[in-house]
């Protein structure tokens, strides 16, 4: 059998060498610090593509090589620490670690129990309609995965499934997935969007109607793309319910030394239910979700009130994941601020076929091009940019790219949409990384039915959503 260690450093240098490239001989439209800029970026996302390093130490690498290149001020190479979304990830892990501790993740799992688990079609199946329901009541992507991960797992280990199996995998990856990717088409519901609503209302002075987003949207990429996900998790790690239904373990979690398990069920339930009740409701009192996870956090490890004691938040939190996620957000940030994003639209807007059809309305074939082709700008946006990022790199040449398809600037804003949900590796969005943190599965098994997922996207959903679109009335 061959050896993987050639594969693995023929790819290393492969990156290196491409990396180097770019820099020392960067292409024309570039500057000298654009180049160098762009090599960086290549670099970290082929380590972050092939796991060649550890994530982590691929973020390392991108701050150190920014910063020792003086291609940004720290401020901005460490602008991802100042997120929003690092203190949601924190506040998740606590919330994560307190619905474990407490034994409510087991709760909620004999509750659920009863109605899921006569098959794995069934279990699946539900679990991803109970994300899918939850994206229309919380507008945060990690406040679903922190509600749902830990009684999912629970849920798999009253199923028999144990860590590493296909069971407890399918589990971990159709939460994770159920609780993001839906929800890209609820309008409140996932940051991209709100970046979209928020630039196009400043630009253009355009504002989405919630009912229309969600018409045009959600039956193919919500509600068909979780039909086909459920199926590609029942390929891709198919299992069977082994346990009798309600029936646990011997061995269940440990659960806290102070005080008796029912109090603290009470406490977690109580401080999880105003949580919610605060995410569900953002709208109207205008708080960070982050600052309200935070809130949650610092009540659950509060002496005499929380059940988070000091020994179980070191463990809870993984400093790696946070790492991880705040150099993608940089390297978003960066992409934008060196001006390669609009570079990168620029030039996909020079090679894909966009036209008016002849007729001046968008039917037959011409409509179909430009269609694909303005979701395939986002979907390559999103690839270098991250997916938050994509809608502010975009947004500003919306009015250029009607002009140039024929569609109208709102049809232009929207496509948008199918092309930045569409994600084909895990560190474009930050909410699928800290799902598989929470879940204790590696991510190597999210990207393996991201690459399906993307494939049977770009083949069959899109043209069937373009369809949908010209059932409506948008092209």
């Known amino acids: 059998m061959t050896s993987p260690i050639p594969l693995r450093k023929a790819l290393a240098f492969g990156l290196i060498a491409v990396s180097l490239l770019i820099a020392l001989f960067p292409p024309a439209p570039l500057s000298p610090v654009q180049g160098q800029t762009l090599a960086i970026i290549v670099l970290t996302l082929g380590l972050w593509a092939t796991s060649l390093v550890p994530n982590y130490l691929a973020a390392l690498i991108f701050f150190a090589a920014a910063l020792i290149l003086k291609l940004a001020p720290a401020p901005l190479v460490f602008s991802g620490f100042s997120s929003a979304a690092i203190w949601l990830i924190v506040s998740g892990f606590v919330i994560g670690s307190a619905i474990s501790l407490s034994g409510l993740g087991d709760k909620l799992a004999a509750a659920l129990a009863p109605m899921l688990t006569g098959s794995y079609l069934r279990l699946i199946g539900g679990l991803i309609l109970i994300a899918m329901f939850l994206g229309f009541l919380m507008p945060s992507s990690v406040g679903r995965a922190v509600a749902l991960i830990p009684a999912g797992m629970a849920l798999a280990t009253r199923c028999g499934f144990e860590p590493g199996s296909n069971g407890r995998i399918g589990i971990a990856v159709v939460l994770a997935i159920g609780c993001n990717m ?215 040449m919306a009015q250029d790219l009607a002009t140039a398809s024929g569609f109208s600037l709102d049809a232009v804003l929207m496509t948008q949409v199918p092309g930045f949900s569409t994600v084909l590796l895990p560190y474009q969005v930050a909410p699928l990384i800290i799902a598989m943190q929470m879940s204790g599965e590696r991510l190597t098994h999210l990207t393996r039915l991201l690459l399906p997922l993307t494939a049977l996207t770009l083949l069959l959903l899109l043209p069937l959503d373009y369809l949908w679109w010209r059932l409506l009335g948008w092209v």
Do not use: C
């Open 182 to 396: 839906p929800s890209f088409a609820i309008l409140p519901s996932n940051i991209p969007n709100m970046v979209l609503s928020g630039t196009a209302e400043t630009i253009y002075g355009t504002h989405f109607s919630y009912v229309d987003y969600l018409l045009l949207h959600y039956p193919v990429l919500g509600i068909v793309k979780s039909a086909l996900i459920v199926f590609l998790v029942l390929k891709l790690f198919p299992a069977k319910v082994s346990r009798a239904r309600g029936q646990m373990p011997d061995a269940g979690p440990q659960k806290p030394e102070a005080g008796n398990a029912a109090t603290a069920r009470l406490k977690t339930s109580i401080i999880l239910m105003m949580t919610l009740g605060f995410w569900a409701t953002d709208s109207l009192h205008g708080i960070n979700p982050a600052w309200i996870g935070l809130a949650a956090a610092i009540l659950l490890m509060l002496p005499g009130i929380g059940i988070v004691p000091p020994q179980s938040f070191k463990t809870s939190a993984d400093f790696g994941t946070l790492l991880f996620v705040a150099g993608a957000l940089a390297v978003g940030t960066l992409v934008n601020q060196s001006g390669l994003g609009t570079l990168i639209g620029q030039g996909l807007q020079a090679v894909l076929p966009l036209a008016p059809a002849e007729t001046g309305a968008q039917t037959g074939a011409q409509g179909l091009v430009n269609f694909l082709s303005l979701t395939l700008m986002s979907f390559g946006t999103s690839l270098v940019a991250t997916v938050p990022s994509a809608p502010a790199v975009l947004t500003p």
